[in-house]
Antibody, heavy 121, light 108 residues
Framework: EVQLVESGGGLVKPGGSLRLSCAAS????????MNWVRQAPGKGLEWISY????????YYADSVKGRFTLSRDNAKNSLFLQMDSLRAEDTAVYYC??????????????WGQGTLVTVSS | DIQMTQSPSSLSASVGDRVTITCRAS??????LAWYQQRPGKVPKLLIY???TLQSGVPTRFSGSGSGTDFTLTISSLQPEDVATYYC??????????FGPGTKVDIK
């Protein structure tokens, strides 16, 4: 069974930093591209970052570019999101999400339970 | 960047009704569109990918259609467990992988 378990969320002051982790199990993590998606309280889904399976392609949404850094450790089946210069508008549940593909089409087929990040003084 | 819009933003329908949600891309995205269901307090769940391919395990009352800029998600016979917010997402190899704003579906 595919499992994605996020951790590292919490309360942080504006301008502070936080490092989220996502532990993957139940599949060959090193073969899959991964994403982070967030959801502010009562709001919709926002894609924020993508990393290829081999770590050589990384994308960011404009809203986090220059402040967030995505990385992965395939030996430890883990995904990391380093979040710096945090703002109130970064307050959200952060989901780790797996990309899969079928028939040439891409999709996010598995999601973690999410970890809540609250940025407040 | 390509923008994704959805309509309506919310709807209320009776059990057994046919429900249609529309998603529009600001530029053509071929069939690179997915639909997700998020029940209240739950994690998003993939319903449809490639605009019209049903994800394994998803009830057949859900269907997707469209190509280019205009897409639809149809629930052929609304069930109580379908109360949720539905999101479309542009997902291909060209970022950003933008979600639509969501459509909230309730039972009348």
């Amino acid at each position: 069974e595919v499992q994605l378990v996020e951790s590292g969320g919490g309360l942080v002051k504006p301008g502070g930093s936080l490092r989220l982790s996502c532990a993957a199990s139940g599949f060959a993590f090193s073969l899959y591209n991964m994403n982070w998606v967030r959801q502010a309280p009562g709001k919709g889904l926002e894609w924020i970052s993508y990393i290829s399976s081999s770590n050589n392609i990384i994308y960011y949404a404009d809203s986090v570019k220059g402040r967030f850094t995505l990385s992965r450790d395939n030996a430890k089946n883990s995904l990391f999101l380093q979040m710096d210069s945090l703002r109130a508008e970064d307050t959200a549940v952060y989901y780790c999400a797996r990309e899969a593909h079928n028939f040439g089409y891409l999709k996010i087929d598995s999601w973690g339970q999410g970890t809540l990040v609250t940025v407040s003084s | 960047d390509i923008q994704m819009t959805q309509s309506p933003s919310s709807l209320s329908a009776s059990v057994g009704d046919r429900v249609t949600i529309t998603c529009r891309a600001s530029q053509g995205i071929s069939n690179d569109l997915a639909w997700y269901q998020q029940r209240p307090g739950k994690v998003p769940k993939l319903l449809i990918y490639g605009a019209s391919t049903l994800q394994s395990g998803v009830p057949t009352r859900f269907s997707g259609s469209g190509s280019g800029t205009d897409f639809t998600l149809t629930i052929s016979s609304l069930q109580p467990e379908d109360v949720a917010t539905y999101y479309c997402q542009k997902y291909n190899r060209v970022p950003p992988f933008t979600f639509g704003p969501g459509t909230k579906v309730d039972i009348k």
